[in-house]
């Protein structure tokens, strides 16, 4: 279920090449919702261009034994906390090589460790249409009111396995 809005007609670009100019805006840009994944466990999100400051992580995950906070998963990087039921945040060890700079090449990065090592890639095409079907369905909600059913499904990847060295990618 979601719900989408454009809260402004017009947009500053604040980058390069074109910062200063002013331009149309012809999408939502804050959008909210719920999804309830076949496992049952349920999550709310809200992912916007129209907030000019925050002070909270960019994801916060609650749990029946307890929370965890994360780092802006843009940057691969930052401390991951864990608060157990009635206990206090706890900073817990990376479990996998980390470098500043990997950002999205880590993607590319399985892909050609999978061709090389003949198994399936983690970025799959299948799982790249199972999330953008999750993102149009918040829109789709939105303008009809309704809760969306998913068609597509997709195995969830392997987890690149903990303890390997930077830049390893299996």
Known sequence: MG????PRLERLITSEPLNGTMIP????T????TLEFVSGAVIAITMSFDVPKHSHL????YGTAGSLLV???NRFGGEVSLAKTAGEWQPQPHTHGNTQGEFRSIGVADMAAAIVGNRPHRASGALAL???EAMEAFHISSDQG????LETTVERPAMIPPGLATGQID
């Open 146 to 149: 309704r809760r969306i059913k």
């Open 3 to 6: 719900a989408a809005t454009k």
């Open 25 to 28: 805006v012809e999408v939502a």
């Open 58 to 61: 960019p994801i916060e995950i």
């Open 130 to 132: 199972h999330v953008l």
């Open 71 to 73: 780092p802006d998963p």
């Open 30 to 33: 804050h959008v909210t919702g």
